[in-house]
């Protein structure tokens, strides 16, 4: 029995599984921008510069762009190799074997419910304060959790049901919404930034890399890694990108370019922001301010900036939202398919070829926890599935690389296995300054998903291989 927990799902094996081809460089390239630019851009940037870095914030996010870069060059080989749906679950099964996989796939099913519950969450939070601006007040008891006094927060949950009927519908037209959704926040992410820099004042940037306090991390170059540190999160969008691999035409070359170009652009623009906003406010002013840009945009004579900003950050967080729903859909499809979860959760629309069974079930979880669970509750848990995913993709390019040197990788890694082992090493330093809260909270989560993979997971998904297995030997026979 433990020598199944170890068989590994041949590479190439029912890559497509039913879903339609049907996403170009463009549209993974719009995806990997929607899940990234969120509203993280215009708080985490003043985090880090107010309490950790000053000015030098823009070194962290470099910083934090080489270690995402590491990862996903490895992400991008993976991807060339494995092209199907399921991101690093898939990744792990054909690299590591059957339990790393369920692993990974149960873990970043939790992930991606607590994020899309968070993000939804938020994305209410700034709709009610848009609305109240214009003299449109909602009741709180329909936009307020039960612990807070409401009944449910019910824009959160209308968003979650309205964005996976449009992903149930399909997944090009998902891609153009997306698309006109990533264009929009970032015309305001320009608009921002670009009249910003006529108000920006030199003097704010000096010290541009202020003093270590003589408390680690507390500004100093040890305070622009621990800087790397906080913003490193913002980037971690694209992770679902690979998730369509399925649905991408020719995915050896599209994927990398969605994955490795989203992060070049997203790149660009947190660095520019970043420099404009620490010109416009001091980096001691942003101390303890919970909207540093609304303080920024005091500056300027441009009032109606702060409605710009709030428009910016509902879409950011209505594209993060969208690829994220995305990408937890594919996950369990590509489990189900592989008889980790029950099989059902593996139909496809009959005629739209989107796994809608899976979407139904992700939005019933979502809706709960956006609807029912106050946002601090779920803020709070810190995304540590999704750091161990990268860690073990990068391990994956590795292990491939000694295990099956000659299968042809259309993308392969450079200066390897420099670059894996970087991307390991980040991420596993990531995941060590993690709150022991995040720590308590994945063992409890892994525990009931090794009691799941015990009783049912194991025994179904040996079967599973059993019948991939005799179909990929009746193929040649009915093609002859």
Known sequence: MLQGFFTRKPIGEDADQGLRRTLGAGDLLFLGIGATVGAGLFSLTGIAAADYAGPAVVLSLMIAALGCTFTGLCYSEMAGMVPSAGSAYAYAYAALGEFAAWIIGWDLLMEYAIGAGTVASSWSSYVRSLLQGWGMALPEIITTVPSAGGLVDLPAAGIIVVLSMLLIGGVSESARVNAAFVVLKVAVILVVTGLGAFYVDPSNYHPFLPDNTGTFGNFGWSGVLRGAGVVFFAYLGFDAVSTTAAEATEPQRTVPIGILGSLAICTILYVAFAFVLTGLVSYKQMHGDAAPVATAIERTPYVWLQVVVKLGVILGFTSVLLVGLLGQGRVMFAMARDGMLPPVLGRLHRTRKTPWAAHVTMMVLNVLLAGFVPVETLSHLTSVG?????????????????????????????????????????????????????WTRLAGWLALGLLIYMLYSHRHAAAARVVAAGQKRRAPAQEA
């Open 386 to 438: 999704t750091l161990l995913a990268f860690a073990i993709v990068c391990g994956g390019v590795i292990v491939l690389r000694v295990r099956e040197p000659d299968r042809p990788r259309p993308f392969r890694v450079p200066f390897y296995p420099l670059v894996p082992a970087l991307g390991i090493a980040t991420c596993l330093g990531m995941m060590a300054f993690l709150p022991w809260q995040t």
